[in-house]
């Protein structure tokens, strides 16, 4: 009989935040009505719910910037800058 857990790595700090971000930047797509909702399947627009989620995967970032190699750097970060860029392009 196994004990839970066994033979599982434990869990890994950056991993989650990693993590994190990238669920923080599928609400902002979604809450930007570029996704369907993953719970309602509905699309639908809310510009204040989608800048909530890309300033707190934005916040996240410098806590795990200088482990990530330069190509996982590049990529958070140009993640970040394309959801602000859409933002912007929806909330005029």
Do not use: H
Request: glycine share 6%.
């Amino acid at each position: 009989m196994s004990t839970p857990g066994e033979g599982r790595a434990p869990v890994d700090v950056q991993s989650v935040v990693v993590m994190t971000i990238d669920q923080f930047a599928a609400l902002a797509w979604q809450k930007m009505g570029l996704q369907p909702d993953f719970m309602s399947g509905q699309i639908s627009q809310d510009l204040g719910q989608c800048k909530l989620a890309i300033d707190a995967a934005a916040a996240l970032v410098p806590l795990i910037e200088a482990s990530l190699d330069e190509g996982d750097r590049r990529q958070v970060q140009n993640l970040v800058r394309d959801l602000r860029i859409n933002y912007m392009e929806r909330a005029k």
